[in-house]
């Protein structure tokens, strides 16, 4: 089952003797990023909630690309392939298979997102083992794991 998930890190190397300025041509990829476009106030940051304001925070910070997520019940799907967005299906508590693979199969989704924090289970709970089988079918598997923004998430 290992060799078939996949970690997406994000990882700035500072070289040495980079200056500032070099290191503004860096391209980034943002491996973690909402595109929940209501309108709204985000409540940590005060900053607007639209399409505006996330591509205008992508050229301030020198993002190329973004790995977005959808919430476990299939949220939040905006069509930005054409803005290099690409989706994951996120799986929470609630083991969705169907519709998972409903989204591989149609290319909504490019891989399947796992939130072990938010689920309160191991990468090897029995319960995912159907979603690593479509992942040796269409894409891979990616795990949320570090921070997380819920009171009730476990870090382990």
């Known amino acids: 089952m290992q060799r078939y998930c996949l970690t997406l890190l994000a990882i700035l190397v500072w070289p040495p003797g980079l200056t500032k300025a070099q290191s503004e041509t860096i391209p980034i990829i943002d491996v973690h990023t909402h595109t929940s ?17 996330y591509f205008k925070e992508w050229r301030e910070a020198g ?12 949220g939040n799907f905006q069509d930005l392939a054409s803005r290099n967005v690409i ?5 929470g508590d ?3 298979l169907k519709r998972i693979e409903d ?3 149609s ?6 997102k796992i939130y072990l924090g938010y689920t309160h ?3 090897y709970d029995r319960q995912y083992e159907p979603f690593y089988a479509l992942a040796q079918k269409y894409e891979p598997v990616v795990f ?13």
């Open 103 to 105: 989204g591989l199969r």
């Open 63 to 74: 993002i190329v690309g973004a790995v977005a997520h959808t919430t476990a019940d299939g």
């Open 144 to 156: 949320h794991t570090g921070d997380a923004y819920s009171k009730t998430a476990k870090l382990k």
């Open 94 to 96: 609630r083991v969705d």
């Open 87 to 91: 989706y994951c299906g996120g799986v």
């Open 121 to 123: 289970r191991y990468a």
């Open 107 to 112: 290319k909504q989704y490019k891989c399947i």
């Open 37 to 53: 476009f209501t309108g709204g106030t985000e409540p940590t940051t005060g900053r607007p909630r639209t399409m505006d304001q």
